[in-house]
């Protein structure tokens, strides 16, 4: 299931650019569309596509996220010998990760604040991982990258993570910054920004990247059903949202089962 609707008449659907739409609307977003927790819900015939065989909906259930990061890296134009930065490695972010690795992508540097998700990038394919928390990681990647790095994925919308990814990135690379901040407002060196005169682009969701995510997870180009870590009965949503808010006990990605 596609979770937004757009509207498929304003300047930005007509050019294609429907996660753009100008009145789009999410499921379970409040005032927008009621929330899929339920055995039934009812959406347009276009926001549907149909599970590959072979493919398990729980791992379909994966396309998703994986839309997301597919329509990042689409945005990066980049080429498989550039150095990457994935800064944040929740599901997007090792999903992302394992994109890369899929497109050939051999120097991929990973943080996260969560030992399990570090452990899980560098099983995802990056090069080189670690716990922000317990590591200098603008030292240390400089260290293994000492021009720095090609384009830096800011995946957790984390404000020290922002800070991070512009001094990592070296002059006239690109930063991608797909995370979501929860502040409205946050800051940026424009000085360092423009002196380095860095490439900002902001990434929202995915733009047609659904049905090719689901082919790459049936043709298992992609195995990613590992990172299903937790699942869980409707009964029990206030600890399944516990566990993912909070990345208790080593959590990845969580699902429901109806």
């Known amino acids: ?40 819900f009812v959406m347009p015939e276009k926001n549907l596509l149909l599970l590959p065989a072979g493919l398990s909906p729980e791992e379909g259930m994966l396309a998703e996220p994986l839309s997301i990061a597919s329509h990042a890296l689409k945005l990066a134009s980049i080429e498989n010998s550039a150095t990457v930065g994935v800064l944040g490695t929740g599901p ?6 394992m994109l890369l690795k899929h497109h050939e992508f051999s120097s991929i540097f990973a943080t ?31 260290a293994r990258q000492p021009l720095g790095l090609d384009v830096v994925f800011e995946v957790s919308g984390d404000q020290e993570a922002i800070d991070q990814a512009v001094e990592l990135v070296k ?32 990434s929202r969701r995915q733009n ?18 590992w990172l299903v870590t937790h699942r869980f009965q409707p009964e029990e949503a206030q600890l399944a949202f516990t566990t993912a808010a909070d990345r208790l006990d080593g959590v990845l ?6």
């Not at 604040?113 to 400089?142: C, H, P, Q």
């Not at 990605?253 to 109806?258: D, G, M, R, S, V």
Request: charged letters at 25%; glycine letters at 8%.
């Open 1 to 40: 299931v596609e979770p937004s609707i757009s509207c498929g008449v304003c300047d930005q659907c007509l050019s294609g650019r429907f996660n753009t739409c100008r009145t789009i609307k999410f499921l379970g977003h409040p005032g927008e569309l009621a929330g899929c927790f339920a055995d039934y």
């Open 92 to 97: 997007i972010g090792l999903l992302l990760i």
């Open 112 to 142: 996260d604040r969560s030992e399990a998700r570090v452990d899980a990038a560098l099983k995802a394919g990056a090069s080189w991982a670690a716990n922000v928390e317990e590591e200098d990681i603008i030292s240390e990647i400089t």
């Open 171 to 202: 002059p006239g690379g690109k930063i991608i910054q797909v995370g979501i901040p929860l502040p409205e407002k946050i800051s940026y060196r424009p000085g360092r920004l423009r002196r380095k005169e860095i490439t900002m682009i902001y």
């Open 208 to 225: 047609k990247c659904l049905e090719e995510s689901l082919s790459l997870l049936a043709e298992k180009k992609l195995k990613a059903a």
């Open 253 to 258: 990605k969580a699902t429901f089962i109806f």
